[in-house]
């Protein structure tokens, strides 16, 4: 234990003595007294600890192992189960109702059904690990001075040789900016575009960081609806056809998975060279489009030079390496190297340096192709157990997206949810407006391990019939 566990009886009391302990012990737990793995006395010792029945203490032990609290096993004994960590001290807290508490929960893990994140185990960390030294030792033996702002020049020829294979694009080294992650990038091209007070097309439903992200740069937001085909180009032209930028999910849209079409593809590039207006491309999956051979990156069509198109690791190796990069049209590559330059430089040259080399010698497309097959596979039997449970579901990239009642509390839900180590997002917060947002959950397919999904799901289903 943690600490000492104190569990005090009113015998007086009409609630019955094996909830109270159930109460004691949980409450114990959910305030980080008892930690993930902390061993528990037997239910026989506690119950001579307590000067109460066996039976009474192993009921509630029964009641704290079915709310997948407590764990149990003859080697081991009984333990408190693996949770994600504790929610920060009071005085560490973002206020209630804020953007950094919504993304501090969304980010919060590890958890089952989480999304933006890599299956562990699939990356061969010490193939990675060996390599990332190699590229320490280099570093430490060059002569000392400033790196290249805009990135290493090893990662920036790896990354342009990986997207004339993979996503169809011709760019040059000199185009690729290196970035720390997505984020990174986005504030880098709305810093380069300086759009303040001028509108800006965003899929709704969208990524709500995103949204928020555009938000601080004073960008004043067009919600585009989607449907089968990707973004609906007619609906923008029609509502706000004077608008500076479009901010896209083509290969997949994010959150519903559509794939933009290629007629709305040229429509959307045929409307930014009239008007002079920009579109940042994000290609948040890369290739991990699990459906088919992934579509062609928008900015491979893009004959005016009017799309950035912004890539990450995150999601193919770790969102920890915070590592991502943009291709620059070419008008805009010098511009890009000096913000870069003076406000933005590249992250840490070791890991870029590490990253080129686990690219150069094959080791990321092959990463790619395992955990392609590796996702399929648990996409596949997630939706299966899920149509067990009578859910309505439908695949989004890489989530399966599941329907509830609109006006289903999902965000309460989720917070539930969290308590049982599960972090589906719930779909709501994706939309720019509230009184159009649709309730529902996305179950991320690379956080779903096939050993557990059966007993997930079941939570999963307890848990919202609760607030049904």
Same mark, same amino acid.
């Given at each position: 234990?943690?600490?000492?566990?104190?569990?005090?009886?009113d015998?007086?009391?009409?609630?019955p003595?094996?909830?109270?302990?159930?109460?004691?012990?949980?409450?114990?737990?959910e305030?980080? &007294?008892?930690?993930?793995?902390?061993?528990?006395?037997?239910?026989? %010792?506690?119950?001579?600890?307590?000067?109460?029945?066996r039976?009474? &203490?192993?009921?509630?032990?029964?009641?704290?192992?079915?709310?997948?609290?407590?764990?149990?096993?003859?080697? #081991?004994?009984?333990?408190?189960?693996?949770?994600?960590? *504790? !929610? +920060?001290q009071?005085?560490?807290?973002?206020?209630?109702?804020s953007?950094?508490?919504?993304?501090?929960?969304?980010?919060?893990?590890? #958890?089952? =059904?989480?999304?933006?994140?890599? #299956?562990?185990?699939t $990356?061969?960390?010490?193939?990675?690990?060996?390599?990332?030294?190699?590229?320490?030792?280099?570093e430490?033996?060059?002569?000392?001075?400033?790196?290249?702002? !805009?990135?290493?020049?090893?990662?920036?020829r790896?990354?342009?040789?990986?997207l004339?294979?993979?996503?169809?694009?011709?760019?040059?080294?000199?185009?690729i900016?290196?970035?720390?992650?997505?984020?990174?990038? $986005?504030?880098?091209?709305?810093?380069?575009?300086?759009?303040?007070?001028?509108?800006?097309? =965003?899929e709704?439903?969208?990524?709500?960081f995103?949204?928020?992200?555009?938000?601080?740069?004073?960008?004043?937001?067009?919600?585009? +609806?989607? /449907?089968?085909?990707?973004? /609906?180009?007619?609906?923008g032209l029609?509502?706000?056809? %004077?608008?500076?930028?479009?901010?896209?999910? +083509?290969?997949?849209?994010?959150?519903?998975?559509?794939?933009?079409s290629?007629?709305?593809?040229?429509q959307? $590039? %045929?409307?930014?060279?009239?008007?002079?207006?920009?579109?940042?491309?994000? /290609?948040?999956?890369?290739?991990?489009?699990?459906?088919?051979?992934?579509?062609?990156?928008?900015?491979?069509? %893009?004959?005016?030079?009017?799309?950035?198109?912004?890539?990450?690791?995150?999601?193919?190796?770790?969102p920890?390496?915070?590592?991502?990069?943009?291709v620059?049209?070419?008008?805009? #590559?010098?511009?890009?190297a000096?913000?870069?330059?003076?406000?933005?430089?590249?992250?840490?040259?070791?890991?870029?340096l590490?990253?080129?080399?686990?690219?150069?010698?094959?080791?990321?497309?092959?990463?790619?192709?395992?955990?392609?097959?590796?996702y399929c596979?648990?996409?596949d039997?997630?939706?299966?157990?899920?149509?067990k449970l009578?859910? @309505?579901?439908?695949? *989004?990239?890489?989530?399966?997206? &599941?329907?509830l009642? /609109?006006?289903?509390?999902?965000?309460?839900? =989720?917070?539930?949810?969290?308590?049982?180590?599960?972090?589906?997002?719930?779909?709501?917060?994706?939309?720019l407006?509230?009184?159009?947002a649709?309730?529902?959950?996305?179950?991320?397919?690379?956080?779903?391990? @096939?050993?557990?999904?059966?007993?997930?799901?079941e939570r999963?289903? @307890?848990?919202?019939?609760?607030?049904?």
């Amino acid at each position: 234990m943690s600490q000492p566990l104190k569990i005090e009886l009113d015998r007086s009391a009409k609630i019955p003595l094996a909830e109270q302990i159930r109460t004691a012990i949980s409450a114990a737990i959910e305030g980080g &007294v008892l930690a993930p793995g902390a061993r528990l006395p037997s239910w026989l %010792d506690l119950a001579a600890q307590l000067g109460v029945a066996r039976g009474t &203490v192993r009921l509630a032990y029964d009641r704290l192992s079915d709310a997948q609290l407590i764990v149990a096993s003859r080697a #081991a004994g009984t333990r408190v189960a693996d949770r994600p960590p *504790a !929610r +920060p001290q009071a005085e560490e807290r973002s206020d209630p109702g804020s953007f950094m508490e919504m993304y501090q929960e969304l980010t919060a893990g590890p #958890a089952i =059904f989480q999304m933006g994140v890599p #299956a562990q185990e699939t $990356l061969p960390a010490r193939l990675f690990t060996n390599v990332r030294s190699f590229a320490l030792r280099a570093e430490s033996s060059a002569s000392v001075g400033y790196p290249d702002p !805009r990135g290493e020049l090893e990662l920036r020829r790896e990354i342009a040789a990986y997207l004339a294979i993979a996503r169809g694009m011709t760019c040059s080294p000199a185009q690729i900016i290196v970035t720390s992650g997505f984020s990174g990038g $986005l504030g880098l091209a709305l810093r380069v575009l300086g759009l303040d007070g001028q509108k800006a097309w =965003f899929e709704d439903p969208g990524f709500p960081f995103t949204r928020h992200g555009l938000e601080l740069a004073r960008l004043a937001l067009a919600p585009v +609806p989607v /449907d089968a085909d990707g973004i /609906d180009v007619d609906y923008g032209l029609r509502h706000a056809p %004077d608008a500076a930028l479009a901010v896209v999910t +083509p290969g997949q849209q994010a959150p519903l998975g559509a794939t933009l079409s290629l007629s709305r593809r040229l429509q959307l $590039l %045929d409307w930014a060279a009239r008007q002079g207006a920009w579109i940042i491309e994000d /290609d948040y999956l890369s290739e991990l489009q699990l459906g088919a051979r992934a579509a062609p990156a928008l900015a491979a069509l %893009d004959r005016g030079q009017r799309v950035i198109h912004i890539g990450s690791f995150s999601k193919t190796i770790s969102p920890a390496l915070r590592l991502g990069f943009i291709v620059a049209p070419v008008p805009l #590559a010098s511009r890009f190297a000096e913000v870069a330059a003076c406000l933005a430089p590249a992250p840490w040259p070791s890991v870029q340096l590490a990253t080129a080399q686990f690219m150069r010698e094959g080791h990321y497309l092959r990463h790619l192709r395992r955990l392609k097959r590796l996702y399929c596979a648990q996409r596949d039997a997630l939706l299966e157990c899920l149509g067990k449970l009578g859910f @309505e579901t439908k695949t *989004a990239g890489l989530a399966v997206l &599941v329907r509830l009642p /609109d006006g289903a509390p999902d965000i309460a839900i =989720f917070r539930e949810l969290l308590a049982f180590g599960l972090g589906p997002a719930p779909l709501s917060p994706w939309y720019l407006s509230a009184a159009g947002a649709r309730s529902g959950f996305l179950l991320g397919v690379a956080t779903a391990p @096939e050993k557990t999904l059966a007993r997930s799901c079941e939570r999963l289903r @307890e848990v919202i019939r609760r607030h049904a």
